[in-house]
């Protein structure tokens, strides 16, 4: 069984996943059949203004993983990922990594075709919507 890349805060099994993936500490990449493992920091993509989602896909692809479990993963890391071949599974929040790992060995991740977050534009810009208060005088 190929090798996965797990998003997670810490470099346990019993980590939890950070759904996050561009954004994630760092990466477990488990062997799914020895649960061995080794962890990939992730804390430069952590601090990049923008292009943390390439950045770590990148680091996926180098690590020699076929898939990645995390939560949410923007389009340009998408496209990374597949274009790496790197299969991706998405919305898994609220587990550590092995409970993550046990999931997708019973068959139960269903694998992406397509990105399940929006670009965001970079750290600090976009989240404001609607008219606010500035200018609005009382």
């Known amino acids: ?10 470099p346990s099994l019993n980590s939890r996943i950070d759904p996050r993936f561009g954004r994630a500490p760092g990466f477990l990449i488990v062997d799914p059949e020895t649960m061995a493992f080794t962890f990939i920091d992730n804390g ?11 950045q770590a896909a990148e680091n996926i692809a180098r690590s020699g993983a076929k898939i990645v479990l995390t939560g949410y993963v923007g389009p340009k890391a998408f496209r990374g990922l597949s274009a790496a071949g790197i299969k991706i599974g998405q919305d898994l929040e609220n587990m550590t990594v092995r409970q993550a790992i046990e999931k997708f060995k019973a068959g139960d ?9 929006m670009s ?19």
């Open 120 to 138: 965001h534009g970079g750290m600090g810009q976009g989240g404001m919507k609607g008219p606010g208060r500035m200018g609005r005088g009382k």
């Open 1 to 10: 069984m190929d090798k996965i890349a797990v998003s997670c805060e810490e």
């Open 109 to 117: 991740v269903t694998l992406a075709e397509a990105p399940n977050r």
């Open 44 to 54: 430069a993509s952590q601090v990049m203004a923008q292009g943390a989602g390439i």
